[in-house]
Structures are given as C-alpha cells and as structure tokens.
C-alpha cells in the first residue's frame, strides 16, 4: 500500500512537472505569408522595446502583445528582455516622456493575437505554443 502512495505521487509529480514544462514555450509569431523566416531573441527584444521597428528583411515590424495581466506577457519579457513588470512598467513610462517610443498595442488573448497577426504580414506577436496553427509562423521559441 505505502509503495503503490509512493509511485503514485512519483507519477503525479512527473506529470505536473512535464506539463509545466510544455506549458512554458512560447512561440513568436508572424502571419504564414511573411517573408521573415527566423528571428534571434535579440531581435525580437528589439521590436518589442521599440528599440527597432523593423524586420531583417527591413520590411516594418509592428509588435502586438499580451494583455498587461496575462502571465504568458511576465513570462515573456523576462526572458526575452529580463525585466519584471515593474522594470517594464518604468522602461515604458520613461520611453514615452522623452517621445522615444510607446508601448505595443495590447491584446487580450493568443487566439485574438493569433487572428490579428495572420491578417498582416507587418504584426509580430506571441502566443502559447499549443495555439500555433497554419494561418501564422513561428520565427522563434522562448522556452
């Protein structure tokens, strides 16, 4: 008995565990019929800080993000950027009151974002990986 508690737990936490695991990974998306094939974490970064508006390939690079309360948008920019929603939150306040740059336009969840950024070839956004499907391409995986 105490050995069939103990495989079981075992079980369970090798199931939780996995979940997470798979539940982590983000993919950057693109609509499917953008020229941009791959992007760098760096480059992503950079669109997302309004630090670049652009793609590689020059072509306009317009970033669309998560809803400030999602938790795929924290887990985002910490590890795409490495900052905390506070740190953002600053980054973006000190950004638009010296006109250099305004925050992506927010949208509320990975389908919305997935229907937005797969109707224009210009829009850059993420969303959990277990959304992607035909209509957009995932130039890269924040893990």
């Not at 008995?1 to 539940?23: D, E, K, N, P």
């Not at 997302?48 to 020059?58: D, E, H, I, R, V």
């Not at 969303?127 to 035909?134: F, G, L, N, T």
Request: with cysteine; glycine share 6%.
């Amino acid at each position: 008995m105490r050995i069939a508690r103990i495989v079981c737990f075992s079980l369970l936490a090798i199931g939780m565990l996995t979940t997470h695991a798979q539940a982590g990974d983000i993919a950057v998306v693109v609509a499917s019929n953008s020229p941009v094939n791959s992007l760098s974490v760096a480059q992503v970064s950079d669109i997302f800080l309004a630090k670049s508006g652009t793609f590689p390939n020059g072509g306009p690079a317009v970033p669309i993000d998560q809803a400030d309360s999602s938790t795929i948008r924290n887990e985002f920019y910490s590890k795409v950027t490495g900052k905390t929603p506070e740190l953002l939150k600053a980054y973006w306040s000190k950004m638009i009151f010296t006109g250099q740059g305004e925050p992506p336009r927010e949208i509320a969840d990975s389908e919305k974002i997935k229907k937005l950024v797969a109707n224009n070839p210009r829009y850059i956004g993420y969303i959990d990986k277990a959304s992607v499907d035909a209509s957009v391409k995932v130039v890269a995986t924040v893990h």
